[in-house]
C-alpha cells in the first residue's frame, strides 16, 4: 500500500513523477473550485432529508460466521484468516509455532497476566513473565505451556507485523469476514498513545492520549453486537521534517478499495470528519462513484462557506444547497448551544423528501452524527485491551496495536455468534480462554 508519495516507475525519474503528480493533483484541486463557484441552488423548504434507498433490512452490517456457534478459537481463527496464518509461518517457523506465538501474545493482553505483573514486579516484565508461566502451568496441571521468556522475545521480533502488513493483508482479511456492510462505514484517525522513542510520534493535546501514533480506522456496526468491526487499520509513517507525509486520498482510496465490492450494486456511504474531506480526495470520491457524507471546515471551502454566510448568524440557524451537476448536497448549521460553532456537512447519499415532514426523518447532521460514531464505539471497547508490555519501538507499537484490533474483532465475531444464546464469555475472559486453547497442547 503507498504510504505516501507515489515513486516513479522504471522509465521515469522519480522527480519528473513527483513534479506530474503535483500538477495534476492541482488542476483536480482547481476543477472542485470551478464547481464549487457555480451550481449550487437553495433548499427554501428546509426539509427534511432520507438517505438513498437501501436494500431491505441492511441498515447494520453481518459477518460471515452465518450465526453458527463459534468457540473462542475459531471465532479468532475466521477473522485472522488463512492468509494471515501463511505469511506468519513464512516469516519463521510452523503453524504450531505462530499458534504459540499468538496464544502467548493474546495472554499478555488479558488482564489475567497484568495481575500476575502487578502481584509480582511491574518494572520487570522478564520475571513476571517468568514467574506467570510457572502459575499457569501449575493451574492447568502443565496442559497449558507458555513458551520461555528468551523464545517469546525472539517470536515477538520474528513475527512483528509491518506496516504494510496491517493496512494491506490484514485489513484484507478483516473486510473478507464481512458479508454485508449495510448502510455505513465510518472512517475516523485514531491517536494511540506511545510515549518511547520513534521518528512518526505526534503530539495532540486535544486528545486523550495527546502523544502517540496515528492511525486511520474503518469500522462497521454490525448486527445485534454492541461494539462495532474494525475492518481496516492505516498505520501513519509521517515525519515532516525527513519530508514523510502521508496523502488524504491514498487513504480515502486505500478504504474505498475495502469496501466498494464489484459484486454487489450497492456500495456503503463513506462517512468521515473534515481530515479526509480535501478536494483532492472528494473528486476521487465522485469519480469512483462512492456514496459518502463528510464533515469539513469552512476554511477548506471557501466558497462553500461564503455561499451560505448570509443564513447562518444566529444559534440553531441551517441552511441547505444542492449542485445541479454533482448532486451534492451541502449543509451549514450554527451550534444552537453557544452561537458561535459553525459546522458544514457534505454529502452525495442523501435525497430531499416530497413532504415537508416525515415522522422519523432526521436532520443531516443529526444523520452525520449518528453514523460517525461508529470508530468511536469501537475504540471506547479497544480500550479493555491493554498491552503488559510497556516499552516498545514505534514498530512493536504498530504491532500490538493491529493485535489488539485483531482481538477484539475476533470477539466482536464470537459474540455475533452467541446472540441470542446463553453462555456467551466477557471479553476479558475470552482473551484468556483464547490464549489457553491456541497454547493447549492436548
Not at 495527546?210 to 492505516?234: Q, R
Amino acid at each position: 500500500m503507498p504510504r505516501g508519495r507515489t515513486k516513479g516507475s522504471k522509465n521515469r525519474h522519480p522527480d519528473d513523477q513527483g513534479l506530474i503528480d503535483a500538477r495534476n493533483k492541482r488542476a483536480r484541486i482547481q476543477r472542485m473550485k470551478e464547481m464549487d463557484k457555480d451550481g449550487w441552488e437553495r433548499n427554501q423548504a428546509n426539509r427534511r432529508w432520507l438517505l438513498k434507498p437501501l436494500p431491505p433490512g441492511s441498515y447494520v452490517g453481518a459477518l460471515l460466521s452465518c450465526r453458527r456457534l463459534l468457540t473462542c478459537k475459531d471465532a479468532f481463527m475466521q477473522t485472522i484468516s488463512q492468509d494471515v496464518l501463511i505469511e506468519l509461518i513464512r516469516l519463521a517457523g510452523s503453524e504450531e509455532t505462530v499458534l504459540s506465538y499468538l496464544g502467548a501474545r493474546t495472554l499478555t493482553f488479558s488482564s489475567y497476566f497484568r495481575k500476575k505483573i502487578n502481584e509480582r514486579d511491574e518494572h520487570k516484565f522478564q520475571n513476571a513473565y517468568t514467574l506467570t508461566r510457572a502459575s499457569l502451568m501449575e493451574e492447568t496441571k502443565g496442559t497449558v505451556v507458555l513458551p520461555g521468556h528468551h523464545q517469546f522475545a525472539a517470536m515477538r521480533k520474528a513475527y512483528m507485523l509491518s506496516s504494510e502488513f496491517i493496512s494491506g493483508t490484514l485489513s484484507q482479511s478483516f473486510a473478507n469476514c464481512i458479508s454485508t456492510f449495510g448502510t455505513h462505514v465510518s472512517l475516523d484517525e485514531k491517536l494511540d498513545e506511545h510515549t518511547g522513542d520513534s521518528p512518526f510520534i505526534v503530539h495532540v493535546p486535544s486528545k486523550p492520549a495527546g502523544v502517540g501514533h496515528w492511525f486511520s480506522e474503518l469500522c462497521v456496526d454490525v448486527e445485534d453486537v454492541a461494539i462495532p468491526f474494525c475492518f481496516g487499520i492505516y498505520p501513519f509513517e509521517v515525519n515532516k521534517n525527513f519530508g514523510m507525509s502521508v496523502e488524504v486520498k491514498d487513504v480515502v482510496q486505500w478504504a474505498v478499495s475495502l469496501f466498494n465490492r464489484p459484486s454487489t450494486t450497492y456500495c456503503p456511504i463513506l462517512v468521515a470528519d473534515t481530515f479526509y474531506t480535501s478536494a483532492d480526495s472528494r473528486l476521487l470520491m465522485i469519480e469512483l462513484g462512492c456514496s459518502y457524507m463528510l464533515q469539513f471546515k469552512g476554511a477548506k471551502y471557501m466558497a462553500l462557506q461564503e455561499l451560505m454566510s448570509d443564513f447562518l448568524r444566529h444559534k440553531g440557524d441551517s441552511s441547505i444547497f444542492m449542485h445541479r451537476e454533482t448532486r451534492e448536497v451541502v449543509c451549514g448549521y450554527v451550534d444552537f448551544r453557544d452561537g458561535n460553532t459553525k459546522k458544514y456537512y457534505l454529502s452525495n447519499a442523501v435525497y430531499q423528501s416530497e413532504a415537508a415532514e416525515i415522522p422519523g426523518t432526521l436532520s443531516i447532521p443529526t444523520l452525520y452524527n449518528n453514523m460517525f460514531s461508529v470508530c468511536d464505539r469501537f475504540n471506547k471497547a479497544l480500550g479493555a485491551i491493554e498491552d503488559s508490555i510497556r516499552h516498545m519501538s514505534y514498530k512493536e507499537h504498530f504491532d500490538s496495536y493491529a493485535l489488539r484490533v485483531l482481538l477484539l474483532n475476533a470477539y466482536v465475531m464470537y459474540s455475533y455468534s452467541h446472540v441470542g444464546k446463553e453462555g456467551a464469555k466477557d471479553l476479558d475472559a475470552f482473551l484468556f480462554d483464547l490464549g489457553c486453547s491456541l497454547l493447549c497442547k492436548t
